[in-house]
Nanobody
Framework: QVQLVESGGGLVQPGGSLRLSCAAS????????MAWYRQAPGKQRELVAV???????NYADSVKGRFTISRDNAKNTVYLQMNSLKPEDTAVYFC?????????WGQGTQVTVSS
């Protein structure tokens, strides 16, 4: 079992920055890749960024150049640095961790970009 706890969401003005954190506990050693997803009201959940245990990353086109995913394996924590935020980035952001058996999800953290 893997438990994920997200933090760092909040209200920010357009153009601002936020950093999300996701701490994994339990059988965190079994995690191969971790990712951030988001879900805006009335929309499907979408992949934002993913990072493998080797550090390879991939991003949704909508966030390339603005968001950075990183991982601290010693702390079993993944981060999402979000810069130049736009109103369309408003969503609940979820952390996900994948093992060979299944995927695990955090509870989500709200990010609101508004003036």
């Amino acid at each position: 079992q893997v438990q994920l706890v997200e933090s760092g969401g909040g209200l920010v003005q357009p153009g601002g920055s936020l950093r999300l954190s996701c701490a994994a506990s339990g059988s965190a050693f079994s995690i191969n890749f971790m990712a951030w997803y988001r879900q805006a009201p009335g929309k499907q959940r979408e992949l934002v960024a993913v990072i493998t245990d080797g550090g390879s990353t991939n991003y949704a086109d909508s966030v390339k150049g603005r968001f950075t995913i990183s991982r601290d394996n010693a702390k079993n924590t993944v981060y999402l640095q979000m810069n130049s935020l736009k109103p369309e980035d408003t969503a609940v952001y979820f952390c996900a961790a994948n093992t060979i058996l299944r995927a695990y999800w955090g509870q989500g953290t709200q990010v609101t970009v508004s003036s």
